[in-house]
């Protein structure tokens, strides 16, 4: 037996892998294909369709019309070049150049007959062209044939369509009466540039420049331009309807909006176009109809825009004013922001109906405390329930005190705690229809020891509440058919976040629901078709689907009949009774509210009314806040209108027309610049604007007497 000539040996583990050779210029690569592409795009000179998809998409649907129209535009061009082409001849063979250099020297008579033998001279010259070119014509249709014609046809029409090529300012080259302008502009930019200037938008030197081509969105199109410089966007905006009018569409198809934010600025218009009249179409239904349920923390959805975007409108930490004349959807409007709270289970409701009809019956299977009615009993009911509320919003806020930040970050109500019932902070929404007759009721009431009118003390505790109470988790929605300066006082207009108007008399009380000056900034409801039921201008408090630094839109509100509503308030009460929730009206328990009006005179500081100048309309409650002792005895004597126009932010037009409605007439006068300087202006006696003031002063204090009385 043979020795073994080694002992075994323990191999080493065999690996699998593969080589990798770090030297590979891969990250490099990469990071130049991302370079590539960051600047591919942010480069101005790559077209924006070679960045978008829907952008390229609608680039190939311009140039497959351009195709298709190509034809039309040839024979166009070529009519027109015959046309310029005959306006030469005919000026040259009349001699008119050399007519006209002898005009202007007044040497017409002597040149008389130099002129008619040129005139004679070009015209046989014309007529021997004529003949030699009939002449080539037929020698070489003999030897030829038709072919070389054909070609030399054509080259002619080339010539004749560069000839007739449309240029502003050439003769010949402009239509004198102009075809249609409807959606002639997504083919022709040069008309939406005419449209700009008939409308004075831009100067005729001035044009457009396109930040986003014409595309399809929804039923319109829609397109993005900036205006030259020192072009504001804000003057479109304001003259909508002169821009429609030079487009040939009616103004509620057109939507305008200044594009803000990172991607816009002051000179950036974004316009879309609707194809018809987008209200015309049957209203949609409320998508709530069909859910189970729905969280009041969302905004509830309200109707669509335009657009036929859905847009929603956020309620808690807010308070919502509708104003409108009768009949034109105002109680459906404020049922649908009160649909998306009645589905949320752990939302308290308040329901005051003053119209005192069925609208909001159906509310009483859910409400907290209800009411229908008009009587003098009811005013006072609501002001035991706002009392109520105001104790309530305190008390909140003292326990939110002795809360840990973990569950109460702020000094606000989070959505886990108006869910929890130990804390018994319930986002609490108070629905009030035709608020105008509680806050014009005249009864006689004593609070605290000092008598007030009902109506005031109900305009006061509104407003506290509208101050303090949505941090609280109070939300407000008033609805009213009068909305006028005498109904709703200045102050509680003045803290409501969120304001929906619909069809009003004239744009005073569009200004008064929307806000003062909404007008001159294209906003006023009075302009809205009698025919579109539903229809307002909704100024929102939050973020909508039309963007946050959207100032206001015009909304179609979904529509929801009776029988709509009472199914959505079934599920609201079947929803409260499975979680506990149901309580005081809608439960039997109609409790008349313990009220304790020391509390609340303490809070709110009533003051036996509101004071005059307060109440008092714009442009004069401006006024006297600004000038103050100005307007007293030894205050000044005269107020130039310039001062006038640049402390209340109006246009001259609207402020002399309110001055005139008030008694004030413009005189001159002469006042004294800085500069030493004396120049006579145009403005108001002071004393004028002091007889005004005091007579509307008079006016408020003698209805407000007349109601204590």
């Known amino acids: 037996m043979t020795e073994p000539s080694a002992l075994p040996v323990e191999a080493d583990p065999v690996l699998d892998g593969e080589l990798v050779d770090d030297t590979l210029p891969q990250p490099r690569r990469r990071t130049r294909r991302n370079r590539l592409v960051m600047w591919w795009l942010h480069s101005q000179r790559v077209p924006l369709w070679l960045k978008s998809k829907p952008q390229a998409v609608q680039a190939a649907k311009d140039a497959v019309a351009w195709l298709v129209m190509s034809p039309v535009r040839f024979l166009g061009a070529v009519v027109r070049g015959v046309v310029v082409g005959a306006r030469w001849w005919r ?92 959606l002639t502009w997504t083919m022709d930019p040069q008309v939406l540039v005419d449209a700009f200037r008939d409308a004075k938008l831009i100067g005729k030197d001035e044009s457009l420049r396109l930040v986003e081509r014409a595309t399809r969105v929804g039923d319109g199109w829609a397109v993005t331009v900036d205006l030259p410089a020192t072009r504001k966007a804000a003057d479109v905006v304001k003259n909508r309807d002169a821009l429609a009018s030079a487009l040939a569409v009616d103004e509620v198809q057109l939507i305008v909006e200044r594009v803000r934010g990172n991607g816009g600025h002051a000179g950036r218009v974004a316009m879309w176009v609707a194809d018809e009249d987008p209200y015309a179409s049957p209203p949609l239904r409320t998508p709530l109809l069909g859910a189970v349920q729905w969280d009041a923390w969302r905004p509830v959805p309200f109707g669509r825009d335009a657009r036929d975007r859905r847009i929603d409108l956020p309620l808690v930490w807010t308070s919502l004013l509708v104003g409108a004349i009768p009949r034109q959807g105002k109680t459906f409007a404020a049922r649908l922001a009160a649909s998306g709270l009645i589905l949320d289970a752990w939302v308290r409701l308040y329901v005051a109906d003053f119209k005192a009809g069925k609208d909001w019956d159906s509310a009483g299977k859910v409400a907290h405390r209800f009411m229908a009615g008009d009587e003098s009993e009811h005013v006072l009911a609501l002001i035991g329930w706002l009392a109520e509320l105001v104790a309530e919003v305190q008390s909140r806020f003292r326990r939110m005190r002795d809360l840990d930040d973990l569950t109460c970050p702020e000094s606000k109500v989070t959505p886990e705690m108006s869910r929890d019932k130990a804390l018994n902070m319930p986002i609490t929404a108070i629905f009030i229809d035709e608020v105008q007759v509680p806050l014009e009721d005249r009864t006689s009431i004593e609070v605290q020891g000092k008598r007030l009118t009902a109506g005031e ?90 963007g946050a630094d959207v100032l206001a839109m015009t909304v179609r509100t979904y529509y929801m009949p009776n029988e709509d509503w009472r199914t959505i308030c079934e599920q609201g009460r079947a929803l409260r009774e499975a979680a506990g929730t149901l309580t005081g009206h809608a439960a039997g328990q109609d409790l008349t509210p313990v009220l304790d009006h020391a509390v609340v005179v303490k809070e709110i500081g009533t003051g036996g009314g509101s004071d005059a100048v307060g109440e008092l309309p714009e442009p004069f409650a401006s006024i006297v806040d600004y000038f103050g002792d100005d307007l007293g005895p030894e205050g000044r004597d005269f107020v130039p209108t310039a001062e006038l126009l640049d402390v209340l932010k109006i246009d001259r037009m609207t402020l002399a027309q309110q001055m005139s409605e008030a008694g004030c007439r413009p005189t001159r006068d002469r006042i004294t610049t800085e500069s030493g300087e004396t120049r006579q202006v145009r403005g108001y006696l002071t004393a004028e604007i002091k007889r005004a003031i005091a007579e509307l002063a008079r006016r408020y204090g003698n209805s407000a007497e007349g109601g204590r009385a």
Do not use: C
Request: proline residues 5%; positive net charge; charged residues 25%.
């Open 91 to 182: 000026s040259w063979v009349t001699v008119r150049d050399y007519r006209a250099a002898a005009e202007e020297s007044e040497k017409l008579a002597d040149k008389f007959t130099e002129i008619r033998g040129l005139t004679l001279f070009r015209w046989k010259v014309t007529g021997l062209v004529l003949a030699v070119v009939a002449l080539a014509v037929a020698m070489v249709d003999l030897l030829y044939g038709a072919d070389p014609l054909w070609m030399a046809g054509a080259g002619a029409a080339v010539a004749l369509a560069i000839l007739g090529r449309r240029k502003d300012g050439s003769p010949g080259r402009k239509p004198a009466l102009a075809g249609p302008r409807t």
């Open 457 to 546: 003390y109900v305009g006061e505790l509104l407003t506290w509440l509208a101050k303090k109470g949505p941090a609280a988790g109070i939300v407000l929605v008033l609805a009213t058919q009068r909305p006028d300066s005498k109904t709703i006082p200045s102050g509680l207009r003045a803290v409501l976040g969120s304001r929906f108007a619909l069809r009003v008399m004239d744009w005073r009380d569009s200004n008064i629901v929307l806000g003062e000056q909404m007008n001159t900034r294209g906003f006023d409801s009075s302009r809205l078709l009698p025919s579109h039921k539903g229809v307002g201008i909704l100024r929102p408090d939050g973020d909508t689907a039309a």
